[in-house]
């Protein structure tokens, strides 16, 4: 009867390991009519929008560049990179750690607004509606609401 009750005691401790599912931060902003977010780790700060200086035969999505602390760094507007509805004030730019991109590019996305870091569950992430689409990372239901996760590697490339 013992060795029942050591196997009954493990199996609830599996189930516990497989219902603690892995939880990630994301930075959630407004592009438009929508909710959109990126991983946390990516994101090195957030500055409200300034002075950006045009860049001649730059592709439509690059906004301009900015000196952010003695680094030229490429604004980009992701409603155009993602034909995002053009609907909403840019207002804030998120800047991207450069060390997690492949050319260690400064780069940063103009946004309408900035709302919230949040904990979110992997089991809350739907896989993208396109699997083609590698920069979809996915869809997080939250209150109601769609929240589409967005991958800043994969968008630019």
């Known amino acids: ?30 592009l438009g009519p929508e909710t959109y977010c990126v991983d946390i780790e990516y994101v090195s700060e957030i ?40 609907e909403g004030e840019s207002k804030r730019i998120v800047i991207f750690d450069p060390n997690k991109f492949e050319d260690e590019a400064a780069t940063g996305w103009l946004v309408d607004e900035v709302y919230q870091v949040v904990r979110v569950s992997m089991d809350d992430v739907e896989d993208p509606p396109l699997e083609k689409d590698d920069s979809i990372e996915g869809v997080i239901k939250r209150d109601g609401d769609l929240v589409v996760w967005i991958s800043p590697v994969h968008a630019i490339e």
């Open 47 to 86: 500055v409200d929008k300034g002075q950006l200086t045009a860049v001649p035969n730059a592709p439509d999505y690059v906004e301009g560049v900015m000196d952010l602390r003695g680094r030229t760094t490429s604004i980009i507007n992701p409603k155009s990179l993602l034909s995002i509805d053009e």
């Open 1 to 30: 009867m013992r060795q029942d009750a050591i196997t009954t005691e493990m199996s609830a401790d599996e189930t516990d390991a497989e219902d603690s599912a892995e939880e990630v931060q994301v930075l959630e902003f407004q």
